[in-house]
């Protein structure tokens, strides 16, 4: 039962400090808003022309597929560590991982969606 109260402690904290947060924000916020404090404000400087410029998904994309292999990594590194204790099962498990990986790779590559530019 003692398990089960640092759960509930958990869970208590877990909405005492966003709660907290937005409280505390509301009351110390600005009460009187004016147009200096709703005015857009990005490096000190007041934005010139449309403040809504074309960005380009390739970026978006380009790190999408970066973070997808690199925590691919982090599913691998234990499994490689125990390959040798692991039965066949496990191993072709991996495999397929691995097969699964490689094919989103050759997917994106043959998209052009590995190219920066």
């Known amino acids: 039962m003692s398990q089960w109260i640092y759960i509930a402690l958990f869970i208590i904290v ?3 400090i966003p709660v907290g947060a937005i409280g505390t ?9 004016n147009p200096i404090k709703q005015a857009t404000y990005e490096c000190g400087l007041e934005t010139v022309g449309d403040s809504w410029v ?3 998904a390739q ?3 380009f790190a999408l597929v970066f973070l ?14 125990k390959l040798g204790s692991l039965g066949m099962f496990a191993v072709l498990e991996g495999i397929v991982f691995i097969m699964i990986l490689i094919v989103g790779l050759v997917y994106t590559w043959r998209k052009g969606m590995l190219e920066w530019v």
């Open 59 to 61: 970026y978006y994309i």
């Open 25 to 33: 924000a509301w009351i110390l916020g600005p009460k009187k808003p």
């Open 54 to 56: 074309q960005f380009k």
């Open 68 to 81: 997808i292999f690199d925590v691919e990594t982090v599913f691998l590194f234990p499994w490689a560590v």
């Open 14 to 16: 877990g909405m005492i």
